[in-house]
């Protein structure tokens, strides 16, 4: 098939791209020529603001793909700006889980719809939940929601994490700096980097409708991290309500995501302990 890739070129991208690209597709990648990769065979690019309407008429000039994966939708008005000039077959776009309302365990894709949703045209604002929920809304003035996957997904984790989330509570344990933990016992799920590319692939040859969760099956308490991590490194964490704010607190409740539509289309995601501590391991030997 032909593929444009809106992203592609930074973290989870990558393995997303080498799979697509290893199923055959012929991948266009869409950047603003800042970046590029030795992916894992030919792909073509393009460069546009994908923020500017102009830009990608420029480029695009009303092509049309069998698929588009749309990666870094932030808001309503990117969206606009690429499907107002450019069409597809199907489109599948990188939302997120943050577009629920509520923190609890087993959340399902039922409980944010984007149809339902009204509809606000604007940038990309401080509240990423707000963008991201008027990003999938706006998808449906362009394309009927038969053809259109929201893929939704928690914290991604994994080598190449760039935010340094994990690698915070590493450090700060390493280096003996206080650290203030909100709520040690609350659980949570998350998502590897290479299963999260790979999931977008297996959507190119596996539609579904509508939103789908994706997420490694289980949780991890913050404690477990922190205990864990006391133990490879032989150091205490030190928790202290003035420390440096971790990342993860606020959550309200365990937070964890049903899976079982992407199970019902033929996937299965890894269990969060087949990797989780190893990438542990991995940021601690550095």
């Given at each position: 098939?032909?593929?444009?890739?809106?992203?592609?070129t930074?973290?989870f991208?990558?393995?997303?791209?080498?799979?697509l690209?290893?199923?055959?597709?012929?991948?266009t990648?869409?950047?603003?020529?800042?970046?590029?990769?030795?992916?894992?065979?030919?792909?073509?690019?393009?460069?546009?603001?994908?923020t500017?309407?102009?830009?990608?008429?420029?480029?695009?000039?009303?092509?049309?793909?069998?698929?588009?994966?749309d990666?870094?939708?932030?808001?309503?008005?990117?969206?606009k700006?690429?499907?107002?000039?450019?069409?597809c077959e199907?489109?599948?776009?990188?939302?997120?889980?943050?577009?629920?309302?509520?923190?609890?365990?087993?959340?399902?894709?039922?409980?944010f719809?984007?149809?339902?949703?009204?509809?606000?045209?604007?940038?990309?604002?401080?509240?990423?939940?707000?963008?991201?929920?008027?990003?999938e809304r706006?998808?449906?003035?362009?394309?009927?929601?038969?053809?259109?996957?929201f893929?939704?997904?928690?914290?991604?984790?994994?080598?190449?994490?760039?935010?340094?989330?994990?690698?915070?509570y590493?450090?700060?344990?390493?280096?003996?700096?206080?650290?203030?933990?909100?709520?040690?016992?609350?659980?949570?799920?998350f998502?590897h980097?290479?299963?999260?590319?790979?999931?977008?692939?297996?959507?190119?040859?596996?539609?579904l409708?509508?939103?789908?969760?994706?997420?490694?099956?289980?949780?991890?308490?913050?404690?477990?991290?922190?205990?864990?991590?006391?133990?490879?490194?032989?150091?205490?964490?030190?928790?202290?309500?003035?420390?440096?704010?971790?990342?993860?607190?606020?959550?309200?409740?365990?937070?964890?995501?049903?899976?079982?539509?992407?199970?019902?289309?033929?996937?299965?995601?890894?269990?969060?302990?087949?990797?989780?501590?190893?990438?542990?391991?991995?940021?601690?030997?550095?």
């Amino acid at each position: 098939m032909k593929i444009l890739v809106v992203g592609g070129t930074r973290y989870f991208g990558i393995p997303m791209v080498n799979a697509l690209l290893a199923k055959g597709h012929d991948v266009t990648i869409a950047t603003r020529g800042n970046a590029k990769v030795d992916f894992d065979g030919e792909v073509s690019y393009v460069i546009f603001d994908r923020t500017d309407s102009a830009s990608v008429k420029r480029a695009l000039d009303n092509k049309k793909y069998d698929v588009i994966i749309d990666k870094i939708a932030y808001s309503s008005n990117d969206v606009k700006a690429l499907l107002e000039n450019v069409s597809c077959e199907r489109y599948i776009q990188m939302s997120t889980c943050s577009v629920y309302h509520e923190d609890h365990a087993n959340i399902s894709e039922d409980e944010f719809v984007a149809s339902e949703y009204p509809l606000e045209w604007m940038g990309r604002i401080t509240d990423y939940a707000k963008t991201k929920r008027n990003a999938e809304r706006a998808v449906l003035e362009y394309m009927d929601s038969s053809v259109c996957t929201f893929v939704r997904y928690p914290v991604v984790l994994g080598e190449n994490d760039y935010t340094g989330r994990l690698r915070f509570y590493i450090e700060h344990i390493n280096n003996e700096k206080p650290m203030f933990v909100d709520d040690l016992n609350e659980a949570m799920s998350f998502i590897h980097e290479k299963e999260a590319g790979e999931f977008l692939a297996y959507l190119a040859d596996h539609p579904l409708s509508g939103a789908v969760n994706g997420c490694s099956n289980g949780t991890i308490n913050i404690s477990d991290i922190i205990s864990y991590t006391e133990e490879k490194l032989g150091k205490k964490a030190i928790l202290d309500e003035n420390g440096d704010a971790a990342p993860f607190n606020g959550l309200k409740d365990t937070l964890s995501f049903s899976t079982e539509k992407a199970r019902e289309a033929g996937y299965t995601f890894s269990d969060l302990e087949s990797w989780i501590y190893k990438l542990i391991d991995f940021e601690i030997v550095g």
